[in-house]
C-alpha cells in the first residue's frame, strides 16, 4: 500500500532563517506531488506541484520553491523566512491510475516563524 | 477559473441527527471529479467520498452520502447517524484534468453529544 510521509512535524524558525520541508511517498511510481499551505482556520492554497522528476509548476508566486530530485521525493524551501510564513504545510500525492486521481496527504508540518 | 464555494462556515449538529453541508462550484468543464475531505483536529487530510461529474448516481459511503446536483453545480454532504468522530473541517474539492484540485473554504462541523 501506499504511504506518504512528511518532516518535520513541527518547526520554530526565526526570521530570515532558511527552509527545508521534505516528503516522500512510497509505494507507487512517478506520482504527481503537491505543496499547500493552508493558515490557520482557513482552506488549502496550492503552492506547488510537479509531474515528474525536475517538472515544478508554481502556482503562488512567493520566497518558496520547490525541487523534486527523485521520483517519489519533494522538497519545499526557503532561503529567508517571513512571519507570513507560518501556517501548516501539508504535502499530498495522486496517481493517473487511479480512475478519480484523487490526492492523499501526509500528515503535514506545522511552521511558526518568529 | 475554476472556484469552489462553501457558504457555511459552522454547522452544529445533535449525535446520531443527520447534517448538510452545502457546496456550490463554478466551472466550464464538463469533465471533473468532486471531493468531500475530512480534517479532524489531528489536521490529517481523510478523503470521504468522491464523484465523477459524468456519473448520474449520487455516491454513497456508508454513513455518507452526497446529492450531486451538476445543472445546478450543487455537491452538498450528507451525514447520517452523526458520531462524536465526525465532528472536523469539511472541504469540498473540484478537479479536472488540469491537474489542478481547488478548494473551498471549509466548513466546521460540531457534534453535540
Known amino acids: 500500500s501506499q504511504t506518504i510521509h512528511q518532516w518535520p512535524a513541527t518547526l520554530v524558525q526565526p526570521v530570515g532563517s532558511p527552509l527545508s520541508l521534505e516528503c516522500t511517498v512510497e509505494g507507487t511510481s512517478n506520482p504527481n506531488l503537491y505543496w499547500y499551505r493552508q493558515a490557520a482556520g482557513r482552506g488549502l492554497q496550492l503552492l506547488f506541484y510537479?509531474?515528474?522528476?525536475?517538472?515544478i509548476s508554481s502556482e503562488v508566486p512567493q520566497n518558496l520553491s520547490a525541487s523534486r530530485p527523485q521520483d517519489r521525493q519533494f522538497i519545499l524551501s526557503s532561503k529567508k523566512l517571513l512571519l507570513s510564513d507560518s501556517g501548516f504545510y501539508l504535502c499530498?500525492?495522486?496517481?493517473?491510475?487511479?480512475?478519480?486521481?484523487?490526492?492523499?496527504f501526509g500528515p503535514g508540518t506545522r511552521l511558526t516563524v518568529l | 477559473a475554476q472556484t469552489v464555494t462553501q457558504s457555511q462556515p459552522e454547522m452544529s449538529v445533535q449525535e446520531a441527527e443527520t447534517v448538510t453541508l452545502s457546496c456550490t462550484y463554478d466551472?466550464?468543464?464538463?469533465?471533473?471529479?468532486l471531493f468531500w475531505y475530512k480534517q479532524p483536529p489531528s489536521r490529517q487530510m481523510i478523503l470521504v467520498i468522491r464523484q465523477e461529474a459524468y456519473k448520474q448516481q449520487n455516491a454513497t459511503e456508508n454513513r455518507f452520502s452526497v446529492n450531486f446536483q451538476k445543472a445546478a453545480k450543487s455537491f452538498s454532504l450528507k451525514i447520517s447517524d452523526s458520531q462524536l468522530g465526525d465532528a472536523a473541517m469539511y472541504f469540498c474539492?473540484?478537479?479536472?484534468?488540469?491537474?489542478?484540485?481547488?478548494f473551498g473554504a471549509g466548513t466546521r462541523l460540531t457534534v453535540k453529544p
Open positions: 510537479s509531474v515528474g522528476i525536475g517538472q
Open positions: 499530498a500525492w495522486s496517481v493517473l491510475a487511479f480512475s478519480y486521481n484523487e490526492q492523499f
Open positions: 474539492a473540484y478537479k479536472d484534468n488540469n491537474n489542478d484540485m481547488r
Open positions: 466551472t466550464s468543464e464538463s469533465d471533473y471529479y
